[in-house]
């Protein structure tokens, strides 16, 4: 397969996502190839983020605070050092639509965090301790913002998890509206094939698939010598740090750990399994690798990345942290083995991000990168797994500089989260004032803009 150039025909992604079968070598977008570009304008994107069971306070919070710009990041924050300056610490927001309504504590806070509703009523699930509900009552903060971003994008909106597999209002943050719950893709697989052609096709098609790729992929690289004079030295720099991101991506999705191929045919079984602990760490990196790639190629730009549940009963061994994770959650900070493991886990997470956003700041993206254009909401469906409290909630947003004053660290006094959920649809477009439940609602919070 070749691609043609002309003069007259200006490049366009969509002559890659044709030119190779919708595949993963779409390029990203290219502000000094588009006919009367002068100024290119980028779209905007949202990622919500969940981990559960709350956190070790006294290890999540800055320290040395002495104003809202000059602190330290605490114990479980340290691998987003270098990001320090776009992060939007948001203190003293309760949960507020958690005061009434159905549902048990852990089931009312994941079902409300990104909807702002309450759950349903009914005999749906039951949790731990008798207490019954259905799913949450609206839309999620992502898909209002799908509404408004999503437009001539591929996919509306893609979700992920990390064995976040139970069927349950304990393990679902996303709604396509009242009682709509959209569940996670937990397996690489299948965020794979939703995302990129090829996957699961016969050993001979995915042969020929695979080479007709790397024909545009060495088109692409010829025709750039040939349009250097068209062409950017920061256009030259996306494209080659793209295809460094795409040929890295497709080499880690062919070969398995040990070394065997994978997803060749759909009778070879998936090389990951999404319910086993040990491949957790390899499932979540790939997951946010590819959502990174998505981003570049604009696929989509809304998505949601869960880690478990809050029912929550994993280990994970790979940081020698052997105890039930909702078990541990209720220990409390006086145990300190338990302290210990649930500051190695929550560390984790933060290197997750930390390992994202590294990703989006190494793609460029007009005079900056997608990073610049990306804002991450990082939330939990209660604040301390031991008391199940749902005051003082421990959100982090992370890039959005565009809207948000990030690099700081600011406190409320029983702020609505509701409130932040405004906050947040502001900041992609959505002129909305309420947001979830209209009387927790007071307009956008104060002072993050």
Known sequence: MSVRFRKDNPLTRRHFLRAA????????????????????SFPKRLVLMY???GVVSDAWWPT????????DLNEIHTPLAEFKDRLLFVGGVDLTITNTGPGGLHQKGIGGLFTGQQLQSGDLFVDGCGQRAGWANGISVDQRAAKLLAAGTPITSLELGVR??????????????PGAPLPPMNDPSDVFQRLFSGFGQSSDDLAELRARRRSVLDTVQAQFKVLSGRVSTEDREKLDAHLSLVRDLESRMAITGNGSQTCVAPSVPAALDPTSEDDMPTIAALHLDMLATAFA?????????QISTSLNHIRYPWLNSLGEGHALSHEGPSDAEARAELVARQTWHSQLLANFLARLGQI???????????LVLWGNEVSEGNTHSHQN????????????????????????????????LNAMGDDATTFGQADTCHGPLANLV
Not at 21 to 40: D, F, I, N, Q
Not at 297 to 305: E, G, H, M, N, Y
Not at 364 to 374: F, K, Q, R
């Open 164 to 177: 976040a597999t139970e069927n349950d209002v304990q393990g679902r943050i996303a709604y396509a509206g």
């Open 297 to 305: 190629c604009d696929l989509t730009r809304v998505a949601s990345f």
């Open 51 to 53: 981990t559960p069971n």
């Open 393 to 424: 909630m421990p959100f982090l947003l992370a890039g959005g500089g565009w809207y948000f004053r990030t690099g700081r660290s600011v406190h409320y006094q029983s702020a609505s989260h509701n409130d932040l959920l405004v906050s947040v």
């Open 364 to 374: 460029p993206e007009g005079s900056g990168t997608v990073l610049d254009n990306t």
């Open 21 to 40: 079968g919708g595949a993963v070598v779409a390029v990203p977008l290219l502000s000094s190839l588009r006919a009367g570009a002068a100024v290119e």
């Open 64 to 71: 040395n605070v002495s104003s809202e710009t000059a602190f």
